[in-house]
Structure formats: C-alpha cells, structure tokens
C-alpha cells in the first residue's frame, strides 16, 4: 500500500504545489514514474534485478574483486543517496571505492539516456523504498 500511495503522491504533489514543466510536474509526473520503470527496465535491470533486488551476494565482492550491483528496493541503500547524488552515478557510472580494479562498474548512461530519463528512472527507484525510506531520502536531497 506504501508504494501506491507513493505513487499517487507523485501524481499529486506537483499538482497540489500549481508546479509546471520539469521533472515530477503536473505535466509529466503520471509519466514520469511508469517511463522511469521501462527505462530501467531496459538499462537497468540485468544488473540490478528486474525489482530491484539487486544480484546475489551484493555485500561481498566478486572473484575480480569488485562490488556486485546493490539491490534498488528497500534492502539496499540507493535511498540514502540524494537526488544529485544518484544523478551523477546514472549519468557518469560508478566505480564502488572498495573496488579492486580502476574500471566503472557501472557503466555511464549520460550519453544514452536524457537528463529527463535518468529522472524518470529515479522517480521510479523511489517507489521501490519504504515511507520512511523516501522521507530520508528527500531530506539528504535538499
């Protein structure tokens, strides 16, 4: 129930506040969450899991000595990120610190995706947490 009210507040919020273009506004927010999902659906999910879930042993590294993909959903720690944060990781990839070897784990997706679609993916991750998850979330993005 959490996550479909969270749905609905996304849906609500930008039409409550009288907000206009960008993302989560009244114009696109219905859309917003349910593109940012067949995005991930389509560059996220082979690693990440198709519900977030993330891959198998995710807090151990693997036999290259590199952290395997962290779980989106509310297992995981995506949600104590802020917005910028997340921003930076999707469009610029990411290399885990603790990693063995100087490649991205995870690639860059700033040249194939819009600023607007990597957006559209975040709104999406948030409706993967917990209420309580989000209000932290949306506090570390202010």
């Known amino acids: 129930m959490?996550?479909?009210?969270?749905?609905?507040?996304?849906?609500?919020t930008p039409?409550?506040?009288g907000a206009s273009g960008g993302p989560g506004s009244a114009d696109n927010a219905p859309t917003e969450?349910?593109?940012?999902?067949?995005?991930?659906?389509?560059?996220?999910?082979?690693?990440?899991g198709r519900q977030g879930e993330g891959a198998a042993n995710w807090k151990k590294p693997d036999?290259?000595?590199?952290?395997?993909?962290?779980?989106?959903?509310?297992?995981?720690?995506?949600?104590r990120h802020s917005d910028t944060m997340l921003f930076k990781?999707?469009?610029?990839?990411?290399?885990?610190?603790?990693?063995?070897t100087e490649r991205l784990t995870m690639p860059a997706f700033g040249d194939s995706l819009t600023n607007q679609e990597i957006h559209a993916v975040i709104d999406?991750?948030?409706?993967?947490?917990?209420?309580?998850?989000?209000?932290?979330?949306?506090?570390e993005s202010q």
């Open 2 to 12: 959490g996550k479909w009210i969270y749905s609905l507040a996304l849906v609500a």
């Open 15 to 17: 039409l409550l506040a």
């Open 33 to 48: 969450v349910a593109g940012g999902r067949q995005i991930y659906e389509q560059y996220c999910a082979a690693c990440h």
């Open 63 to 79: 036999e290259r000595g590199e952290m395997p993909p962290p779980p989106h959903d509310e297992t995981g720690h995506t949600w």
């Open 89 to 100: 990781m999707i469009s610029e990839g990411w290399r885990h610190p603790f990693n063995k």
């Open 124 to 139: 999406y991750l948030k409706t993967l947490w917990t209420e309580e998850q989000r209000e932290y979330q949306q506090i």
